[in-house]
């Protein structure tokens, strides 16, 4: 961005928003040898910490935090709390400043566990907060209307769909989001038609032909007839997605789902293992498929993702099934998907023991039935251990 176009777009602030360009600078001129040039950008660093002084000489600038979490945003999602904890520095010093708090909601909706209600919601306030500074920011409303959906407050997230849709038609972040809560509350139709429109304008979103490829995914599940089409067209987006997107673990993650819903067992491992490949290149962590060590460096979805589409393999795929549970569950142990998964290999792979109590999946049963009650399947499982045991 040319100084003449900042000073245009930001007015007052934008030798602020310069300190962590002039910062780079002064650093990159200053590592090829060229201190002259470097020391140009120091000066230039000089006046500007003069012209708007820290109330603390060791204090940084919100600019910096603020880039900072910017630039956490834009890695894997396993650094949205260090995002989070800079937005909140910045906000200390500029609580007013709509990027540091649209940063902020961001963070917060990526890191928040669930709560009992809407209004508990750290980042449904934080997106309602920003929403009063920029009333017509159509990346909040969608994120926003996501949260009310979650909560079941459907009328009030359709409005807000809506909102978005007709500020920012032709924002592919904003389709996505608009796309998977159609998906999400049964209007697979509809998440469809809004996609391919969406690629007509921009036919290089890997993030369109991920939701597209999920869309159409989901679509085989009332259309038998359809099936096969619909998951050759799934499977499409999702392969151009990676194309488009290397490192898209999830697109990755989904597609070996896909192949393995399809019983090509080998295609499906292929993609399991260039997801985890892809996940410790990211990390500089061990290449083995179950590392020993750090590994929270891995996504837990691959591990957890992969035991559920093992567990449509044959019989001898079980005790991978049960290891990649394992893992998930280190990492995420609270998951209903993957405790519900283990149980069933569990289940299936036990040999006789003693007693009920000596039993790993009665055990692991009575697990999930605590996180859902209402889980039918797992009160006969534990009903058929029961039986075992007289």
Request: proline share 4%; glycine share 4%; with cysteine.
């Amino acid at each position: 961005m040319t100084w003449q176009r900042l000073n245009s777009t930001s007015g007052n602030n934008c030798e602020k928003q310069l300190i962590v360009t002039y910062g780079n600078f002064a650093w990159v001129y200053y590592h090829m040898g060229e201190h002259v040039q470097s020391q140009t950008y120091l000066d230039k660093l000089e006046k500007i910490k003069k012209k708007f002084p820290t109330e603390s000489p060791s204090a940084l600038h919100p600019e910096i935090y603020g880039e900072k979490g910017r630039a956490f945003l834009k890695f894997s999602h396993q650094n949205y709390e260090k995002a989070k904890e800079c937005f909140e520095k910045a906000l200390e010093l500029e609580s007013e400043e709509i990027e540091w708090n649209d940063g902020y909601a961001v963070a917060l909706y990526h890191t928040e566990s669930d709560l009992t209600s809407f209004e508990e919601s750290p980042a449904s306030k934080q997106l309602r907060r920003v929403l009063e500074l920029d009333p017509n920011n159509a990346h909040m409303m969608v994120l926003l209307g996501l949260k009310h959906a979650d909560y079941g407050e459907y009328k009030k997230a359709e409005e807000l769909m809506e909102r978005a849709m007709e500020l920012e038609p032709n924002k592919p972040y904003v389709t996505q989001y608009v796309a998977k809560y159609y998906r999400n509350n049964g209007k697979v139709d509809e998440s469809i038609s809004l996609l391919k429109r969406a690629l007509e304008r921009t036919p290089d979103s890997a993030f369109l032909h991920h939701q597209l490829g999920l869309s159409y995914d989901q679509k085989t599940a009332n259309n038998r007839e359809e099936a096969n089409n619909l998951l050759r067209l799934s499977i499409q987006h999702l392969e151009q997605a990676i194309s488009l997107k290397l490192s898209f673990i999830f697109a990755m993650v989904k597609l070996a789902r896909i192949h393995a819903k399809g019983k090509n067992n080998r295609k499906a491992e292929e993609m399991f293992k260039r997801a985890f490949e892809v996940a410790t290149a990211k990390k500089g962590a061990p290449a083995d498929e179950f590392p020993t060590e750090s590994p929270s460096v891995l996504h837990p979805e691959i591990y957890g993702e992969k035991g559920r589409a093992f567990l449509t393999f044959s019989r001898q795929y079980y005790e991978k099934v049960k290891k990649c549970f394992e893992k998930g569950l280190e990492l995420e142990p609270e998951e209903i998907e993957w405790n519900d998964g283990y149980a069933v290999a569990l289940y299936r792979t036990e040999s006789d023991f003693t007693s009920l109590e000596e039993s790993p999946a009665s055990k692991q049963l009575r697990r999930v039935l605590e996180l859902n009650l209402n889980n039918a399947y797992m009160m006969v499982l534990l009903g058929l251990k029961h039986a075992d045991y007289g």
